[in-house]
């Protein structure tokens, strides 16, 4: 059975969908099966960074509503997870019984099924959240994001009260910190009230994801850590090696 991880934040633009497919490759060269919904209804951008071009023909709704079966609805580009794109509208039919019986139909198929959702806690987070086994909430590390990452993890955890969330940091830059432009990482724990699952740098290979660029090597150990982690991998949450 699949491991379902809902990937969320309070803002909007803090970095889900570039956590969501650079930790979905890292548990790919694990030897993991993945799979990355875009729940970003309107909004996708999985389908950029993980340069699945114009493969998908379908979307998860498509697959809901059983105009696909799952190996036509998921895509992937070589070296990436499969990928179920995001429809463009809403539905009144995306329930939480229509997800979760779209859900348990990819079950047996993967390790990981990540969801990655667009900012906010609306309805269709609570559709997902309830349906996950655990989540990762985005957060940068400035006072704003940080005050909207513990709200959103308090409605995240009235939603399913059984969801392990744990903190991803990302963007973190130390220079910022010194500076007192970014909060370091206890004030930023302490104020999210959630534990840490990893911490990612800012840099430009990250932010160039979705033009084909390789990570460098600093961020391409933090999702690995990310990775490992998440497998049940003890991998220290030292700052040196953070
Ligand atoms: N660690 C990082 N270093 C540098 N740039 C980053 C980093 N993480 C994300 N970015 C950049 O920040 C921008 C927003 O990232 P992304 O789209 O993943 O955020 P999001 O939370 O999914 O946004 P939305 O709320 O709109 O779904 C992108 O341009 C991305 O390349
Ligand atoms: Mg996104």
């Known amino acids: 059975m699949a491991q379902k991880i809902f990937v969320f934040s309070g803002k909007g633009g803090v970095g889900k969908s570039t956590v969501t497919a650079a930790v979905s490759k890292s548990l790919l060269y694990c030897g993991k099966k993945v799979l990355c919904i875009d729940a970003d209804i309107g909004f996708r951008s999985l389908d950029l960074i993980l340069n699945t071009g114009n493969q998908a023909v379908y979307n998860w709704l498509d697959l809901m509503e059983n105009r696909c079966d799952a190996d036509r609805a998921a895509v992937s580009a070589e070296g990436c997870p499969d990928l ?9 039919k995306i329930t939480l019984e229509s997800v979760g019986e ?21 309805a269709l ?4 959240a309830r349906l996950c086994d655990r989540a ?17 993890a308090a409605k995240i955890g009235e939603y399913n009260d059984g ?19 970014q ?29 084909g660029c390789t990570l460098s090597q600093k961020a391409q150990s933090a999702f690995n ?6 497998t049940g991998e003890q991998i220290c949450l030292d700052p040196k090696t953070l």
Do not use: Q
């Open 225 to 230: 850590r990310i990775a490992r982690r998440i």
């Open 84 to 92: 179920l794109s995001a429809p463009n509208n809403y539905s009144e």
């Open 136 to 152: 990762l909430l985005i957060a940068t590390a400035d006072s704003v994001c940080v005050r909207s990452a513990e709200t959103a």
């Open 183 to 211: 909060l370091n990482l206890d004030d930023t724990m302490d104020a999210v009230r959630v534990g840490l699952a990893g911490v990612v740098p800012e840099d430009r290979t990250i932010g160039n994801m979705s033009g």
């Open 163 to 181: 969801l392990d969330i744990r903190l991803i940091v990302n963007r973190f830059n130390k220079a910022e910190v010194l500076k007192g432009r």
């Open 125 to 128: 987070h609570e559709i997902f």
């Open 102 to 122: 779209m859900l348990s139909r990819l079950d047996g198929k993967y390790d990981y099924i990540f969801v990655d959702s667009p900012a906010g806690c609306g």
